[in-house]
C-alpha cells in the first residue's frame, strides 16, 4: 500500500543496492575488437525511503534484482532518507549515465517531474502514481479491485454486521482501497455497517491501533488494515482483542494465522521485473499501464494466489468459493468495480 500502498504501502545518501553477477570473462581467442562490445543496460531503482520499512519497496527491489541476474543487465537500489535525497539520487543516476531510471510512489513526483523535464531524452518509469510527461512510463493499480474481494469476504464472514478499515490517510489514492472495500462489504452484505477511520500518516502503528481498537469496541469482528507501516498496531490489536484483521501488499497470514485471516496484494515485484524485461527485450514504450485482477498486478490469499497458511475457519472454504465467483466476474467485466479517482 502506500505505495501506497502504498499499497500502501512511503517515504539520500547513495546507498548501492545490487548488481547483476559479473559475465564471464571473455574469451580472448574470439574477444571482438576493443570499442565493438556490447555494453551491458544499466538500470537503477531510486526508493523513497529506505527497504525494510515497508514490503510494497523490498518486493520493488526484489524484482529489480531478479530481472537483471535473468537478462543480463547491470541494476543498482538506491534507497533515500528523505525527500529531498530523492531528488539527489535520481540526479546522480542521471549523471552516471544509467539506461533507464525507475522509481515509486507520489513521494517521488516532485522530484521525477523536474528531473524528467530537464533529461527530455532520458527514459524514466514510476510504479503506483504518474508523471504527466513524454518520457514517463507511469504504472499503477487497480488496487480497489482487490480491496473489493476481501470487503466482499468481510461481508459474508461478519457475525456482528460491523467491520472496519483502518486507512492510513485521507487522500484521493487511498480511497481505491477504502472505497472498494466498502463496496465489497454492501455487495455481500448490504445491512453491514463499515467504520471508516484514518490515522493521519503511513508510519504510525500506535495511531493505528488505538483506531483498531475502537472500531472493535463500536462492534466491529472484522477491522482491515490499510495504514502501511500503520498495520503492525492493527495486528497488535487484533491479538490483544480477539478480532480479525487482513495485511496489505505482500502475505501477512503467517504473522498471526488466528486473526491476519486474510492479505490484500500488490505484485510490485512483478510489474518492476517486467518493465526491466520490456526495457531489455525492445519492447518497452511510454504510458500508463494498469494493471488489476485480470494481470495479476493485485489479489487475495487464498482467492487469487494460495499461501502456507492454514485458512481460518472464520473465513472459511465456502467464503473463498463465492469471492472466488466474484473474481471472476470483475475479469470478465460482467461486475465493475467503481474507481473513485475517476468519479
Known amino acids: 500500500m502506500k505505495a501506497l500502498f502504498m499499497s500502501l504501502s512511503v517515504f539520500a545518501v547513495l546507498a548501492a543496492g545490487c548488481s547483476t553477477e559479473k559475465a564471464p570473462a571473455a574469451d580472448n581467442s574470439s574477444a571482438q575488437p576493443a570499442g565493438e562490445q556490447k555494453a551491458k543496460k544499466k538500470i537503477a531503482l531510486v526508493l523513497p525511503e529506505k527497504i525494510g520499512v515497508n514490503p510494497f519497496f523490498q518486493q520493488m527491489d526484489e524484482g529489480v534484482k531478479k530481472a537483471g541476474k535473468d537478462f543480463g543487465v547491470d541494476v543498482k537500489t538506491i534507497e ?4 529531498a535525497a530523492i531528488e539527489q539520487n535520481l540526479r546522480a543516476v542521471v549523471a552516471e549515465n544509467y539506461d533507464l531510471i525507475i522509481t ?3 513521494e517521488s513526483e516532485d522530484a521525477l517531474k523536474k528531473v524528467a523535464t530537464e533529461n527530455p531524452d532520458k527514459p524514466f518509469t514510476i ?5 504527466d510527461l513524454p518520457n514517463v512510463r507511469n504504472v499503477v493499480f487497480r488496487e480497489q479491485e482487490a480491496a473489493y474481494l476481501v470487503g466482499a469476504a468481510a461481508g459474508l464472514a461478519t457475525k456482528t454486521n460491523k467491520v472496519g478499515i483502518v486507512v492510513a490517510m485521507d487522500i484521493p489514492n487511498l480511497k481505491k482501497w477504502s472505497v472498494g472495500y466498502e463496496e465489497g462489504v454492501k455487495a455481500t452484505n448490504p445491512n453491514a455497517k463499515v467504520l471508516v477511520n484514518y490515522v493521519g500518516s503511513f508510519t504510525d502503528p500506535a495511531k493505528a491501533k488505538e483506531l483498531a481498537i475502537l472500531q472493535h469496541s463500536q462492534g466491529a469482528d472484522f477491522i482491515n488494515g490499510a495504514s502501511a507501516v500503520g498495520d503492525l498496531g492493527v495486528f497488535e490489536a487484533a491479538k490483544e482483542k480477539g478480532f480479525y484483521t487482513s495485511g496489505q501488499d505482500v502475505d501477512r ?11 490484500q496484494l500488490k505484485g510490485t515485484d512483478a510489474v518492476a521485473y517486467d518493465t526491466v524485461k520490456q526495457f ?4 518497452y514504450k511510454q504510458g500508463t499501464y494498469d494493471y488489476g485482477l485480470k494481470e495479476d498486478g493485485v489479489g487475495v490469499t487464498y482467492v487469487t494466489r494460495e499461501t502456507k497458511t492454514p485458512l481460518n475457519p472464520f473465513i472459511g472454504e465456502d467464503i473463498i468459493n463465492k469471492v472466488k465467483a466474484i473474481k471472476d466476474e470483475i475479469v470478465s467485466g460482467k461486475r465493475t468495480v467503481t474507481n473513485p479517482l475517476k468519479q
Do not use: K, N, R, Y
Open 280 to 283: 531489455v527485450e525492445g519492447t
Open 80 to 83: 533515500s532518507t528523505d525527500q
Open 127 to 131: 510504479i503506483d502514481t504518474t508523471v
Open 253 to 263: 497470514t503467517a504473522i498471526d494465522p488466528e486473526h491476519i485471516v486474510l492479505s
Open 104 to 106: 515509486s510512489s507520489f
